[in-house]
């Protein structure tokens, strides 16, 4: 069994309205970006986070994801600190950093994904988070219940 989760970019009550969706085992409304992240969970999202910080040189913030609201306990918002790392590596001047970014990721024992599988998702990342700084909205986490 495996976590199934999301990354996307919202306002706020646009997050709720996803969760809600989500929760309820609905379609979520099209139109807000997104990236299935089958078998990564806001552990997994915050490891990301320390090993592309670390790697961009970005200094140290804030990587743990936040609660949103007492009544979506599904829902997490990334924050902006790690928005920011993760935006900076999209930038980096070393093509290669984001492969070795996720090669290292996926190297984690509690990480599921192999190094092959981790780039495309860490590109997929690094895509939502400048499309949602360029549109000046937040980056949250949608963890579902575990799918066979």
Known sequence: MTV??????ADHPGALARADARDAGRAPDAGQPAVDLLG???LDVEQLGTVAARAVQFGTGELELQEVDLDHES???LPAFLCEVLVELGRAEDLALPGE????WAADDDITLTA???LPLVSSIIALATAAAAAGTAVYLWAGSEQA
């Open 101 to 104: 970014v996720a090669a290292e």
């Open 40 to 42: 990564v969970d806001a």
């Open 75 to 77: 829902l997490v918002e």
């Open 116 to 118: 092959a599988a981790a």
């Open 4 to 9: 199934r989760s999301e990354l996307f970019a």
